[in-house]
């Protein structure tokens, strides 16, 4: 399974009202620094499957879910328990910093 599409739509019924963990990525597609973190966000969709879902949001295209958390800069990844998010990365982040904070959560 890859990564979720989320947007202003659909973040509150995938995201807010859902139960257990979510990394939600803030990214767009003119963002190097986005496109960097894209595989790592992919993998992490593989190996958290049936465990974490992963998502994520094109900034450009659904601009009011990023202005609600405030994301600023991206890449931005805040990552959810039970529909509050619990932890922020800005920035690109290492692939075992990520999965850490997630095995932690779930």
């Known amino acids: 399974m890859s990564e979720v599409v989320l947007t202003d739509k659909n973040f509150e019924s995938e995201v807010l009202k859902g139960n257990?963990?979510?990394?939600?990525?803030?990214?767009?597609?003119?963002?190097?620094?986005c496109r960097m973190l894209g595989p790592v966000v992919e993998e992490l969709a593989k190996d958290f499957e049936g465990k974490?879902?992963?998502g994520k949001v094109n900034v450009d295209e659904s601009p009011q879910t990023a202005g609600q958390y405030g994301v600023m800069s991206i890449p931005t990844i805040l990552i959810f328990k039970d529909g509050s998010p619990v932890e922020t990365f800005v920035g690109v982040q290492p692939k075992e910093v990520l999965a850490d904070k997630l095995k932690s959560l779930i």
Request: glycine fraction near 12%.
């Open 52 to 54: 974490a879902k992963v």
């Open 20 to 33: 257990g963990v979510v990394l939600v990525d803030f990214w767009a597609p003119w963002c190097g620094p």
